[in-house]
């Protein structure tokens, strides 16, 4: 796909110290660098969707989320690069002054529509209510088996020293992809940005294939700094410095807690000295439009 930088793709090298003076080797893979919109993981993702929508000829490509879904915007601008025709099922009512998100969407040609958190989750009412021909309806987030094989050719950036991989977890998708590239010497952990969400777990395990069902991974969750997309002032403040330091840009909604979270599990003492460890990237920066002007300094 044209629109999209590949090579842009890179190791971003991190040498950061645990508890007890180790030096920990650590790899940033920058899928943020594939495009600004189209953010990283989002594309991996959607890729086999994209390529389903193109094979069999659909004219549109329909899908859900909430107003600050960089899912939505992902697709809204990857189906314009396609042309293809977009739309977005959006949950709760019309804000009087849409998000950035929001907007970006719309500009790329999404058309939205707002719908109550109870017909949300009624598919198969909303498809009724909304009817298009010839659309091919893709789940929030990108949750499912085709998302989660993209997800999984993720892999092909990661170093193949590695020993820990590390990403950001919303729905599960990206990280049932890494678990299933996963070598078997390789360990996956994913930082919940959600408060609570215990399911978690086994809805990345609906995910995989029997094979890799005995894989081990671990969800963390307590990083998600009071719930999904919040950004209290400690958050900003490690962004900051993390860019100062390591010059790191991170989003308010995942990555910054994946970050968090990573160097948290270092300053514990968690990984062995030996460990390479490689942080997804998954992108996301178009998300911290939403904050006002000067409160990050990148
Ligand atoms: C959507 C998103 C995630 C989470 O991906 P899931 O597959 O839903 O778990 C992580 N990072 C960024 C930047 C995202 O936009």
Known sequence: MTFLHFEEIYNHPIAIKS????????????????????????WFKL????????????????????????????????????????????????????????????????QLHFVSRTDFNNKSFIQQKYPAE???????????????????????????????????????????????????????IGVSVLKNNLSIENEIKALLPTKDLQKKFLVLHDYHFGG?????????????????RYQLPTDIVYTSKMMYGLLDLIRKDHFPPDAVITAIHSGGLQGNGSLSQGILSF
Request: hydrophobic share 40%.
């Open 228 to 244: 999904y997309a919040k950004h209290p002032p400690a958050l900003i403040d490690f962004m900051n410095e993390l860019y100062h």
């Open 47 to 110: 890729k086999y969707y994209l390529e389903e929508a193109l094979q069999n000829k659909y004219s549109t490509i329909a899908t859900w989320g909430g107003a600050y879904s960089n899912h939505i915007v992902a697709t809204a601008y990857a189906a314009k690069e396609l042309n293809l025709e977009s739309i977005g099922i959006i949950r709760g009512e019309q804000p009087q002054f849409p998000s950035h998100t929001l907007q970006q969407a719309k500009e790329a040609g999404m």
């Open 134 to 188: 010839n659309c091919l309806w893709i789940d929030e987030g990108g949750y499912g088996t085709l998302g989660a094989k993209g997800a999984a050719t993720i892999a092909e950036f990661i170093p193949s020293n590695t020993t820990h991989i590390i990403c950001a977890v919303g729905t599960g998708t990206m990280m049932a992809g890494l678990i299933q590239s996963a070598q078997p010497n390789q360990q996956v």
């Open 19 to 42: 508890a007890i003076g180790d030096v920990i080797s650590l790899n940033v893979v920058r899928l943020d660098k594939v495009h600004q919109i189209v953010s990283g993981n989002k």
